[in-house]
C-alpha cells in the first residue's frame, strides 16, 4: 500500500484524519472555490499538493486579522 503522503490524491476520509476533523467539515471544505478538490464521477479527491499549499496560504491570512 502507498502511504498517504506518497499519493497525489486524497479522499474526504484522509482530509479528516490529516486534518483531525469532522467528515462534514472536511466535506465542506471541498465546496469551497478556493480548496484544491475535484471530482471523478461520484468520488471527490482532493491535490495533495494543492492541499499544502492551501494550507500555507491559510497561515498566512491569520496574520492580515
Not at 476533523?21 to 482532493?46: E, H, M, W
Not at 499549499?53 to 491569520?62: A, D, P, S, T
Amino acid at each position: 500500500l502507498v502511504s498517504i503522503m506518497e499519493r497525489l490524491t486524497l479522499n474526504i476520509k484522509d482530509l479528516q484524519e490529516m486534518l483531525n476533523i469532522s467528515y462534514v467539515t472536511a466535506y465542506n471544505l471541498t465546496l469551497r472555490k478556493d480548496f484544491p478538490s475535484f471530482r471523478i464521477g461520484r468520488r471527490i479527491l482532493i491535490n495533495r499538493e494543492g492541499l499544502e499549499r492551501w494550507l500555507k496560504e491559510q497561515e498566512g491570512k491569520k496574520d492580515d486579522n
